[in-house]
């Protein structure tokens, strides 16, 4: 009987045991898949988090961007505003309209076989300053000689103008007008231009019935050389797309925030959409002078300087160099005579920038006040020296 009793006991406790086990695996298969669910939806929340809402919301504006969230290749995030961009040109253009100015000039032509006859010119120029100076460029009052100069406002009004200084070289040239308020345009910084800058044109193209014409573009290249004959060459331009026509000449080139970054010069006719503009940091330091002394002296070193390949075609000398300058004359007690040039030395720099031609040795001298020391880059005999030259200003007789 006992033993009954304990087959019993043996047989019945796992058929006991094995009942209750069924019963408790029920719940968890639920609890399972009620997991599989919490997890498939938070892995829906967290790609729309890392994939919308933290590029678009958070990075870059909260937080920065982690380091490598690009991957190694990329270097830069470009952030753009359509709403900034929006009605940039037009007002741009309202901005700087008022230091905009037309120019009319009267000059005296000789014809070989008329005579003497009166000539017009067209042009425009920009404020820089408040006392009625005026920047142009040189060509635009044909080299300072002009029977009459007219400068014509936003206003309407129009004023006899002076001319107060004018170098062909740099085609530039600043004229003033006085008694009538004017407003200065800002000056930008062309140094920091980059190819792609949004650039916008302000000028009076083809006559004054087209004055005040606005033309917008970019900034196409930079540093650009145009030839102007068979020795002179116009260098370090900005080139754009922006719309340049006879009679823009002088007018503003501006950037996105109204300021002017240079002064426009040239077009090339064989070409669409080829302008150029000279840098305005070319005009900086000419400007600050007439805004500090009310006049402009360069600086001089006192050489007569003639381009190698110039030299070389003409005389049939092979020079050690091929570029540069060849120092044809050195005069007595000028800044070049005390620091040491000499008759046959051939400037091939100044500081870390190469020199090749005259026209650039004067546009960098342009950088230079008197009492300014220069460092000074030759060939002679074979050798490269360094010389320094303590710049004067120029005479008024030279």
Do not use: C
């Amino acid at each position: 009987m006992e033993n009954r009793q304990r087959e019993q006991e043996i047989i019945d406790v796992p058929v006991i045991t094995y009942v209750e086990d069924k019963v408790e695996k029920k719940p968890r298969k639920r609890r399972n898949l009620s997991l599989v669910v919490v997890i498939l939806i938070s892995a829906l929340i967290g790609g729309v988090i890392s994939s919308y809402v933290m590029p678009v919301y958070v990075f870059g504006k909260l937080i920065p961007y982690p380091q490598n969230y690009f991957g190694p290749d990329i270097k830069q995030v470009i952030h753009v505003n359509p709403k900034s961009t929006e009605f940039l040109v037009s007002a741009v253009a309202k901005k700087a309209m008022p230091s905009v100015v037309g120019i009319t000039t009267t000059s005296i032509e000789r014809d070989f076989f008329f005579g003497p006859r009166t000539a017009k010119g067209l042009g425009t120029g920009v404020i820089v300053d408040k006392r009625g100076y005026i920047l142009t460029n040189a060509h635009v009052v044909h080299n300072g000689n002009v029977e009459e100069l007219k400068v014509l406002f936003d206003n309407g009004k129009k004023k006899d103008a002076k001319i107060l200084w004018s170098d062909a070289a740099l085609d530039l040239a600043v004229i003033k007008v006085d008694g009538v308020k004017v407003v200065p345009a800002d000056l930008g910084n062309s140094d920091d231009l980059q190819v792609g800058e949004i650039a916008i044109a302000i000028g009076n193209p083809l006559g004054m019935e087209f004055e005040k014409t606005v033309t917008s573009g970019i900034i196409s290249g930079l540093n650009r050389s145009v030839e102007i004959n068979e020795n002179e060459r116009i260098e370090n331009l900005i080139q754009t797309d922006a719309s340049i026509n006879p009679g823009n000449s002088g007018g503003p080139l501006l950037n996105s925030k109204g300021e002017v970054i240079g002064i426009n010069t040239a077009k090339i006719k064989s070409g669409e959409g080829l302008g150029f503009a000279i840098p305005i940091n070319i005009a900086k330091p000419i400007v600050d002078q007439f805004i500090e002394k009310g006049e402009f002296r360069k600086v001089y070193m006192g050489i007569q300087g003639i381009n190698v390949d110039i030299f070389e075609r003409s005389t049939g000398i092979d020079l050690i160099t091929d570029e540069g300058i060849y120092i044809a004359r050195v005069y007595k007690g000028s800044p070049a005579a005390k620091g040491g040039l000499r008759t046959g030395d051939v400037i091939i720099g100044i500081e870390d920038k190469k020199i090749n031609s005259m026209t650039q040795l004067v546009k960098e001298l342009y950088k230079y006040r008197p009492g300014d020391t220069a460092n000074i880059k030759i060939m002679r005999n074979d050798e490269e020296k360094t010389l320094k030259i303590k710049l004067e200003r120029i005479p008024k007789n030279y």
